[in-house]
C-alpha cells in the first residue's frame, strides 16, 4: 500500500484546512487509516482514525470536536477536516494504515504516506 498525503500548508489561528490522503496499490477493503503529527521536538502523536469498513472514527481528545476523518472508499482516500486550528497544532502530518482492528500506537501501523507540514500562525 502506497499513502500520499496532501494539503498542508500555512494558516493562521481559528483557521481550516484539509488534509487527504490517497491510497494506491493493495485495496483497503478493511482495516484502519490514521492520521498521526509531530512537532518540532516533540514525539509522534495519534491524531485520529477511521476504519475503512464502517467508517467509525476515533479522535485524541486535543482534536475531537475540531477536527474530522472522512473517507471516500470509491476513492481509497481519507480526508482530515481541521476547524479552529491552533498555533499548538503546527506539525507534520501523516497519514498511516494497517489492517486488523484499531489502535492507536504508530508501531502497529504498517504502511506510511510522507508528512505534510500545517503550520498554525497565532
Known amino acids: 500500500v502506497q499513502l500520499q498525503a496532501s494539503g498542508g500548508g500555512l494558516v493562521q489561528a481559528g483557521d481550516s484546512l484539509r488534509l487527504s490522503c490517497a491510497a494506491s496499490?493493495?485495496?483497503?477493503?478493511?482495516?484502519?487509516m490514521g492520521w498521526f503529527r509531530q512537532a518540532p521536538g516533540k514525539a509522534r502523536d495519534f491524531v485520529g482514525a477511521?476504519?475503512?469498513?464502517?467508517?467509525?472514527?476515533y479522535y485524541d481528545d486535543s482534536v475531537k470536536g475540531r477536527y474530522t476523518i472522512s473517507r471516500d472508499n470509491s476513492e481509497d482516500t481519507v480526508y482530515l477536516q481541521m476547524n479552529s486550528l491552533r498555533p499548538e497544532d503546527t506539525a507534520v502530518y501523516s497519514c498511516?494504515?494497517?489492517?486488523?482492528?484499531?489502535?492507536?500506537?504508530?508501531?502497529?501501523?504498517?504502511?506510511w504516506g510522507q508528512g505534510t507540514l500545517v503550520t498554525v500562525s497565532s
Open positions: 496499490g493493495r485495496t483497503l477493503s478493511s482495516g484502519v
Open positions: 498511516a494504515a494497517k489492517m486488523g482492528p484499531f489502535s492507536r500506537n504508530g508501531y502497529d501501523y504498517r504502511y
Open positions: 477511521i476504519m475503512w469498513s464502517d467508517g467509525h472514527t
